[in-house]
């Protein structure tokens, strides 16, 4: 065990330096007192040959560790983990997520595909890739973290509740600052994955007998049953997650009305109409003149009328259900009330007043079409 002590004593020591050089830099009053510091470019240098010097001992490390027990061993994921960080304080984010992916490789070798052990390496590859603006391969790695997670927690436990907490506000961030550049509708696919985890996460399921379940409570009133080890702050904050998500899909379904919904369509169409007519005598002659008939497009264009107000409707309805539930929860613990400066009540008025200002541009949008 005397590499691991040594490895750690390497790893702040290398910090510290690089702390200090840092701190210099941020504060040239203080620097400018002391002698040594006026010298910039030799203290430039000693700092790059300090760095190197660690780097390489590093390096040396790892050559030795795989040297003896392989490329794949175990062992090896410390000192990778190590070398990661080393590099996340020198601001180099792009090598320091190459060495936790590959720690993240070895520990999925070594102790398995769903092993609670890699989170931590996966929390600390997702940072440094979020630090890089590698923001596809961040998602990724979100994404696999979830998926990690919901195998290894049971669906209602606090653990579980908390990894869909955690990808939810990170699929919100990305959404709101469009970080992978993708289009409106590509963003909105994800959101409208969140409303049935947040679900999942309350102990609702997935299912279909457990998605009719959660409708028929939310008809009678009722809320989701929570296993007791799911603490009322965090139900929530499930609630208001998944609340969020429902307002957002309710804004793009109103925002993603066609334009030429708003040129309305004829009902019946006049149509200049000849035929041929046979007489008394057996001649055959035409007859023409105006006819009126029901316009093809009329039906079409009320089936599409329909189904933008069904989705809009329907995307209300669900965050109206959520915010009731809410506001029972609320209701019914005086703790969550005063908790954080009342911060739980202030949510439900900021959901209440989004809906309120979706359904005035419903009313105002279904004027025009």
Same mark, same amino acid.
């Given at each position: 065990?005397?590499?691991?002590?040594?490895?750690?004593?390497?790893?702040?020591?290398?910090?510290?330096?690089? !702390?200090?050089?840092?701190?210099?830099?941020?504060?040239?009053?203080?620097?400018?007192?002391?002698?040594?510091?006026?010298?910039?470019?030799?203290?430039?240098?000693?700092?790059?040959?300090?760095?190197?010097?660690?780097?390489?001992?590093?390096?040396?490390?790892?050559?030795?560790?795989?040297?003896?027990?392989?490329?794949?061993?175990?062992?090896?994921?410390?000192?990778?983990?190590?070398?990661?960080?080393?590099?996340?304080?020198?601001?180099?984010?792009?090598? !320091?997520?190459?060495?936790?992916?590959?720690?993240?490789?070895?520990?999925?070798?070594?102790?398995?595909?769903?092993?609670?052990?890699?989170?931590?390496?996966?929390?600390?590859?997702?940072?440094?890739?979020?630090?890089?603006?590698?923001?596809?391969?961040?998602?990724?790695?979100?994404?696999?973290?979830?998926?990690?997670?919901?195998?290894?927690?049971?669906?209602?436990?606090?653990?579980?509740?908390?990894?869909?907490?955690?990808?939810?506000?990170?699929?919100?961030?990305?959404?709101?600052?469009?970080?992978?550049?993708?289009?409106?509708?590509?963003?909105?696919?994800?959101?409208?994955?969140?409303?049935?985890?947040?679900?999942?996460?309350?102990?609702?399921?997935?299912?279909?007998?457990?998605?009719?379940?959660?409708?028929?409570?939310?008809?009678?009133?009722?809320?989701?049953?929570?296993?007791?080890?799911?603490?009322?702050?965090?139900?929530?904050?499930?609630?208001?997650?998944?609340?969020?998500?429902?307002?957002?899909?309710?804004?793009?379904?109103?925002?993603?009305?066609?334009?030429?919904?708003?040129?309305?369509?004829?009902?019946?169409?006049?149509?200049?109409?000849?035929?041929?007519?046979?007489?008394?005598?057996?001649?055959?002659?035409?007859?023409?003149?105006?006819?009126?008939?029901?316009?093809?497009?009329?039906?079409?264009?009320?089936?599409?009328?329909?189904?933008?107000?069904?989705?809009?409707?329907?995307?209300?309805?669900?965050?109206?259900?959520?915010?009731?539930?809410?506001?029972?929860?609320?209701?019914?613990?005086?703790?969550?009330?005063?908790?954080?400066?009342?911060?739980?009540?202030?949510?439900?008025?900021?959901?209440?007043?989004?809906?309120?200002?979706?359904?005035?541009?419903?009313?105002?949008?279904?004027?025009?079409?």
């Amino acid at each position: 065990m005397r590499w691991k002590v040594l490895l750690r004593l390497l790893f702040l020591a290398g910090c510290l330096q690089t !702390a200090t050089v840092l701190w210099a830099a941020d504060n040239p009053d203080v620097a400018e007192e002391t002698p040594a510091q006026e010298e910039s470019p030799v203290q430039d240098e000693s700092t790059a040959l300090e760095v190197s010097r660690q780097l390489a001992q590093y390096q040396e490390m790892l050559q030795s560790l795989e040297s003896d027990y392989g490329p794949y061993d175990s062992r090896l994921s410390e000192v990778l983990l190590d070398t990661g960080r080393y590099y996340m304080s020198l601001g180099q984010f792009g090598s !320091a997520a190459a060495y936790f992916e590959r720690a993240l490789s070895i520990t999925r070798i070594s102790d398995g595909l769903y092993s609670e052990s890699q989170l931590p390496i996966l929390e600390s590859l997702i940072g440094a890739l979020k630090a890089a603006g590698d923001w596809g391969q961040a998602d990724d790695r979100e994404h696999l973290a979830l998926h990690i997670q919901t195998r290894l927690y049971e669906p209602g436990s606090q653990a579980y509740a908390q990894a869909v907490l955690a990808f939810g506000e990170w699929k919100i961030q990305a959404v709101r600052g469009n970080l992978m550049q993708r289009s409106a509708l590509a963003n909105m696919r994800d959101i409208d994955e969140l409303p049935g985890l947040y679900q999942q996460a309350l102990g609702g399921g997935m299912g279909d007998s457990a998605i009719e379940g959660a409708t028929d409570s939310a008809v009678d009133g009722t809320t989701t049953p929570v296993p007791s080890g799911l603490r009322q702050q965090t139900r929530f904050d499930l609630l208001y997650g998944k609340a969020y998500a429902e307002a957002q899909l309710a804004d793009f379904a109103l925002r993603s009305v066609p334009i030429n919904l708003g040129m309305p369509v004829e009902r019946y169409i006049s149509e200049y109409v000849c035929r041929d007519v046979v007489n008394a005598q057996g001649q055959v002659s035409q007859s023409c003149g105006m006819v009126r008939r029901e316009n093809p497009q009329y039906r079409e264009y009320e089936m599409q009328r329909q189904l933008y107000r069904d989705r809009i409707q329907v995307a209300v309805n669900d965050l109206q259900r959520s915010i009731a539930e809410m506001e029972a929860l609320v209701a019914a613990d005086t703790d969550l009330q005063a908790r954080n400066n009342g911060a739980a009540p202030a949510r439900v008025e900021e959901l209440k007043a989004m809906v309120a200002n979706i359904n005035r541009e419903y009313r105002r949008s279904v004027m025009r079409w």
